[in-house]
């Protein structure tokens, strides 16, 4: 069974910085993208970040392009989300998923997210 762990979210003053991390288990951590997404009160989910099987290839929204950076460790399962100079607008509740091709998330079941609220 595929688990979706994350965590790393709270309450920052914007232009501070958070780390998010998803700790991902029950797949094969490095066959498979994965993406961040994040969903605001009365939005859909959208996709944040996106990051290919093995880490060299990376995609950012234009929205929080230069601020926010992902990565994985395939060693760890883990994938990362450093969120740098945050706005008011970037609060949302986080979550990963595996993607595919298309960037369409795949597993059904979600994590419970993390939740970022950045106060101006």
Same mark, same amino acid.
Do not use: H
């Given at each position: 069974?595929?688990?979706?762990?994350?965590?790393?979210?709270?309450?920052?003053?914007?232009?501070?910085?958070?780390?998010?991390?998803?700790?991902?288990?029950?797949?094969? /951590?490095?066959?498979?993208?994965?993406?961040? /997404?994040?969903?605001? =009160?009365?939005?859909?989910?959208?996709?944040?970040?996106? #990051?290919?099987?093995?880490?060299?290839?990376?995609?950012?929204?234009?929205?929080?392009?230069?601020?926010?950076?992902?990565?994985?460790?395939?060693?760890?399962?883990?994938?990362?989300?450093?969120?740098?100079?945050?706005? =008011?607008?970037?609060?949302?509740?986080?979550?990963?998923?595996?993607?595919?091709?298309?960037?369409? =998330? #795949? #597993?059904?079941?979600?994590?419970?997210?993390?939740?970022?609220?950045?106060?101006?």
């Amino acid at each position: 069974q595929v688990q979706l762990v994350e965590s790393g979210g709270g309450l920052v003053q914007a232009g501070g910085s958070l780390r998010l991390s998803c700790v991902a288990s029950g797949r094969t /951590f490095s066959a498979y993208s994965m993406g961040w /997404f994040r969903q605001a =009160p009365g939005k859909e989910r959208e996709l944040v970040a996106r #990051i290919n099987r093995s880490g060299d290839t990376t995609y950012t929204r234009d929205s929080v392009k230069g601020g926010f950076t992902i990565s994985k460790d395939n060693a760890k399962n883990t994938m990362y989300l450093q969120m740098n100079s945050l706005r =008011p607008e970037d609060t949302a509740v986080y979550y990963c998923n595996y993607v595919d091709r298309w960037d369409t =998330p #795949i #597993i059904t079941a979600w994590g419970q997210g993390t939740q970022v609220t950045v106060s101006s």
